[in-house]
């Protein structure tokens, strides 16, 4: 089993920065992928950003240029840094990360902006 903790979530203004962590733990075998989706009430979650194994990186459109994700592979923790939120920012985010072929997901943190 994998075991992520998450944090970095919180209540911010629009325009402004949060920095979201997580680490894994636990029998890791090789990570293949780590990433952040979101989920927004009574919406579907979707992708945030994903970095793979090689080091390739996706981001929604939405969060091109204000998001940028980064990992530590010592230290198995993936960072999303968000800047420039905005309210349609606001949501429960989770941390994926994929050990082998199984997925593992986070308890998700919330992240809420204000107008």
């Known amino acids: 089993q994998v075991q992520l903790v998450e944090s970095g979530g919180g209540l911010v203004q629009s325009g402004g920065s949060l920095t979201l962590s997580c680490a894994a733990s636990?029998?890791?075998?090789?990570?293949?992928?780590m990433g952040w989706y979101r989920q927004a009430p009574g919406k579907q979650r979707e992708l945030v950003a994903r970095v793979i194994s090689g080091g390739s990186k996706n981001y929604a459109d939405s969060v091109k240029g204000r998001f940028t994700i980064s990992r530590d592979i010592t230290k198995n923790t993936v960072y999303l840094q968000m800047n420039s939120l905005k309210p349609e920012d606001t949501a429960v985010y989770y941390c994926?990360?994929?050990?082998?072929?199984?997925?593992?997901w986070g308890q998700g943190t919330q992240v809420t902006v204000s107008s």
């Open positions: 994926n990360v994929v050990s082998g072929y199984d997925p593992y």
């Open positions: 636990g029998s890791i075998f090789r990570i293949n992928a």
